[in-house]
């Protein structure tokens, strides 16, 4: 097999991968998105996905808007935010996630900190463990609007089990959703 065979076996592995996310998301009403459009027509009305996107509705559906915020932009507006930064330091990673972080953070003095919070994690973290922040930073501000049976706690373990079957799949379709 040559490279070219190979790089188009990832792709096609990665849009699998993403397809499965997006799909599962949808079905557990965490997210309904189409990664290339911010808003998607609901089922629970009678609408489908095909009407949807033929135009050709027998009756109106409504919509729901995805706004989800990059890691990065969590940390600028923390940083902006004296609330939210203060808000963000008082939660810690173990009170949301059940993995551990794959990072390593240390204090102002250069000792390890064992337990970080939120903010920390958007500031010194991998792009797995800010990714899994944002996610559930943006769940449990309403960017990402969740059914009335699943919590921001419930998603952030949805998104754990993502991320230990593929990273880098759950990082593309999170990254997919940031409108800012």
Avoid: H
């Amino acid at each position: 097999m040559n490279v070219v065979d190979k790089k188009t076996e990832n792709s096609q592995d990665a849009v699998s991968n993403r397809r499965k996310f997006l799909l599962k998301g949808s079905a557990a009403a965490l997210i309904v998105s189409l990664p290339s459009k911010a808003t998607w027509a609901t089922t629970a009305n009678g609408c489908t996905v095909s009407g949807n996107l033929s135009g050709n509705l027998s009756q109106a559906c409504s919509t729901t808007t995805i706004a989800g915020v990059s890691p990065a932009t969590w940390l600028v507006d923390a940083k902006n935010d004296q609330n939210l930064k203060d808000s963000l330091q008082a939660v810690k990673w173990d009170t949301v996630f059940s993995i551990s972080t794959t990072g390593t953070y240390t204090n102002s003095g250069g000792g390890v900190v064992s337990r970080p919070n939120l903010f920390r994690v958007l500031w010194q973290g991998s792009d797995i463990d800010k990714s899994l922040v944002a996610g559930y930073l943006n769940a449990y501000y309403g960017n990402y609007p969740l059914s009335s049976e699943v919590t921001p706690e419930m998603y952030a373990s949805m998104l754990e089990e993502e991320a230990m079957n593929n990273q880098g799949a759950l990082m593309d379709a999170l990254s997919q959703t940031y409108t800012r």
